[in-house]
Antibody, heavy 121, light 106 residues
Framework: QVQLVQSGSELKKPGASVKVSCKAS????????INWVRQAPGQGLEWMGW????????TYAQGFTGRLVFSVDTSVSTAYLEISSLKAEDTAVYFC??????????????WGQGTLVTVSS | IVLTQSPGTLSLSPGERATLSCRAS???????LAWYQQKAGQAPRLLIY???SRATGIPDRFSGSGSGTDFTLTISRLEPEDFAVYYC????????FGGGTKVEIK
């Protein structure tokens, strides 16, 4: 069965960087893109963008450029989200998600369990 | 595309019918509209895609309808496990999510 397993919670100081991983299993990794979604505490869902696991080409959503880097390592079927120069407002749960098979940014059938990133001095 | 969900909170009893609305600021291409359920501390769960197609394993008490700028998620008879937050998502023009509707027990 399809599984996306994310790395554990992180506590970081302002100005630091964080790298969240999303390990995929149960399907051919390079056949589907990985999307990233943010959820601030008590708030709704925000789409951050996606990365082609085949080419490694990232696409960032408006408002999510500059401090974000999406990457993949196909040898271990894992996608990564790195955020630099962390601010308190980056505190959120970050989800990776895989589409239903109708295009890289179609409906998201499969989700990781989420990674809580807390930014605090 | 901005998605506006209403109401913000829906207070209903088990067994009642729930009707959730999602309105788009412009027409959603090819009915690329999905609905998700999210419970506290969990990842979202895909319920409906393509406006009206149920995802794998989703009970038939969940149904979606609509076109253009107005979409609806209907839960025909609320079960105890249906009390949660529901989000709509459009994926016809980039990707955006609505702000969510909380369905709570009355």
């Amino acid at each position: 069965q399809v599984q996306l397993v994310q790395s554990g919670s992180e506590l970081k100081k302002p100005g630091a960087s964080v790298k969240v991983s999303c390990k995929a299993s149960g399907y051919p990794f390079t056949n589907y893109a990985i999307n990233w979604v943010r959820q601030a505490p008590g708030q709704g869902l925000e789409w951050m963008g996606w990365i082609s696991t085949n080419t490694g080409n990232p696409t960032y959503a408006q408002g999510f450029t500059g401090r974000l880097v999406f990457s993949v390592d196909t040898s271990v079927s894992t996608a990564y989200l790195e955020i630099s120069s962390l601010k308190a407002e980056d505190t959120a749960v970050y989800f990776c998600a895989r589409d239903i098979g109708m295009g890289p940014t179609s409906a998201f059938q499969h989700w990781g369990q989420g990674t809580l990133v807390t930014v605090s001095s | 595309i901005v998605l506006t969900q209403s109401p913000g909170t829906l207070s209903l009893s088990p067994g009642e019918r729930a009707t959730l609305s999602c309105r788009a600021s412009q027409s959603v291409s090819s009915s690329f509209l999905a609905w998700y359920q999210q419970k506290a501390g969990q990842a979202p769960r895909l319920l409906i895609y393509g406006t009206s197609s149920r995802a794998t394993g989703i009970p038939d008490r969940f149904s979606g309808s609509g076109s253009g700028t107005d979409f609806t998620l209907t839960i025909s008879r609320l079960e105890p496990e249906d009390f949660a937050v529901y989000y709509c998502q459009q994926y016809g023009n980039s990707v955006t999510f609505g702000g969510g509707t909380k369905v709570e027990i009355k």
